[in-house]
């Protein structure tokens, strides 16, 4: 039967994006409380909420208008922050698509992200590229699980995940997948030998 290796996108794929101090900048917003304000309003984003409509919660939150133009350039500009790779997760990802390991991303992100990530030349070695805001549910909730594995068809057995939350890789393992937290690109070829994927 096909093994699926199924990679969470922030912080394991790619780097921690290092574009916050410039975009509460463009917002005239001093750096702590913008960050408080991005993460606090984060999980609605993921869930399905329009660029638009995150940043003026983030403009509410921060007694800040924001219009079209300028939420579409801060989208902008949180895109490119995030989309920094690791090199090491990236040739991972090529080592595992060279020996026909079958791959998939599941991201909580925002839609216009996801189409931002679609566009990575990376992104080729998937079979399936999964984000949050595309299906209205977020990771750690059952339903997302389900989604997934609906997508590979396939089971959950089959399947090694790796995230960099613990309460994601706790639902996963609920769900079923052999779930493992995510600490570096070594370690992960580790875990994927014990598992007899690499």
């Not at 566009?119 to 989604?147: C, M, N, Y």
């Amino acid at each position: 039967m096909t093994r699926w290796v199924v990679f969470d996108y922030g912080e394991v794929i790619s780097l921690r994006t290092a574009a916050l101090p410039s975009i509460a900048g463009v917002l005239g917003a001093p750096v702590r409380e913008f960050e408080e304000a991005y993460w606090a309003e984060r999980t609605a984003y993921d869930r399905g909420r329009t660029d638009l409509e995150y940043w003026m919660s983030i403009g509410n939150r921060l007694g800040l208008r924001v219009d079209a133009a300028l939420a579409q350039r801060l989208t902008a500009m949180d895109n490119e922050g995030w989309l920094e790779t690791s090199p090491e997760t990236v040739k991972l990802i090529e080592d595992l698509a060279g020996a026909d390991v079958r791959l998939a991303l599941l991201s909580n992100a925002p839609a216009s992200f996801g189409r931002a990530v679609e566009q990575q030349p990376w992104t080729e070695r998937f079979d399936h590229l999964l984000f949050s805001g595309d299906l209205g549910v977020v990771k750690p909730e059952a339903l997302i699980w389900q989604i997934l594995l609906a997508g590979l068809g396939t089971t959950p057995d089959r399947c090694v995940y790796f995230d960099d939350r613990a309460d994601n890789v706790e639902a996963g393992l609920q769900a079923g997948l052999h779930a493992h937290h995510w600490a570096g690109a070594e370690a992960a070829r580790d875990v994927l030998h014990t598992h007899e994927v690499l």
